[in-house]
T-cell receptor, first 121, second 115 residues
Framework: GAVVSQHPSRVICKSGTSVKIECRSL??????MFWYRQFPKQSLMLMAT?????????EQGVEKDKFLINHASLTLSTLTVTSAHPEDSSFYIC?????????????????FGPGTRLTVL | AQKVTQAQTEISVVEKEDVTLDCVYE???????LFWYKQPPSGELVFLIR??????QNEISGRYSWNFQKSTSSFNFTITASQVVDSAVYFC????????????FGSGTKLNVKP
């Protein structure tokens, strides 16, 4: 199956700094990538949909200026947490959409990255 | 609106016991996909199964089996003869078919398998 990587896998930063997380589709081109956030012992919540060459679509309640998303190429989307604070500490997971054969149909399918654990001190 | 409910927050079993994880979903779509993912402590989501709404056949893969009942909007997951390595958080998820714009995840069930 398709492989999605994230970098870094873990990051610790001081409050007030900005952190960039990269999401790469390694063996396919992804016009659409997604960013999720997972608080400890909670479920994954979609933050935004990232489309190559256009602005990201944010879910309700997600601050656009806080979480900057750039999908500059078909294999890379970045999430920048600006002026990070301890409440931004979370597990961030990206996914990328690819096309797969499902019987006689071509389907879209999402492949998830391994996640990035952000800790803001 | 799409919604996935996993009522069991945490389950503890002893190794070799069978365990069933429940998943109930809500959707107005007639075509959709259901998923189960395993999330070990490392955090990476491990894909287990995808089932489309047209296929109600139950599926078995080794010690894993899935029971899809459209009439009750349920997609339950059973692990037979559980092992310690099965300990993880398991997520059920729903997405639109052919246009996977959003995944709607359940809240997850933490499975503890004790030796």
């Amino acid at each position: 199956g398709a492989v999605v990587s994230q970098h870094p896998s873990r990051v610790i930063c001081k409050s007030g700094t900005s952190v960039k997380i990269e999401c790469r589709s390694l063996d396919f081109q992804a016009t659409t990538m997604f960013w999720y956030r997972q608080f400890p012992k909670q479920s994954l919540m979609l933050m935004a949909t990232s489309n190559e060459g256009s602005k990201a679509t944010y879910e309700q309640g997600v601050e656009k200026d806080k979480f900057l998303i750039n999908h500059a190429s078909l294999t890379l989307s970045t999430l920048t947490v600006t002026s990070a604070h301890p409440e931004d500490s979370s597990f961030y997971i990206c996914s990328a959409r690819d096309y797969v054969l499902g019987g006689d149909r071509v389907l879209n399918e999402q492949f998830f990255g391994p996640g990035t654990r952000l800790t803001v001190l | 609106a799409q919604k996935v409910t996993q009522a069991q927050t945490e389950i503890s079993v002893v190794e070799k016991e069978d365990v069933t994880l429940d998943c109930v979903y809500e959707t107005r779509d007639t075509t959709y996909y259901l998923f189960w993912y395993k999330q070990p402590p490392s955090g990476e989501l491990v894909f287990l199964i995808r089932r489309n709404s047209f296929d109600e056949q139950n599926e078995i893969s080794g010690r894993y089996s899935w029971n899809f009942q459209k009439s009750t909007s349920s997609f339950n997951f059973t692990i037979t003869a559980s092992q310690v390595v099965d300990s993880a958080v398991y997520f059920c998820a729903l997405s639109e078919a052919y246009n996977f714009n959003k995944f709607y995840f359940g809240s997850g069930t933490k499975l503890n398998v004790k030796p």
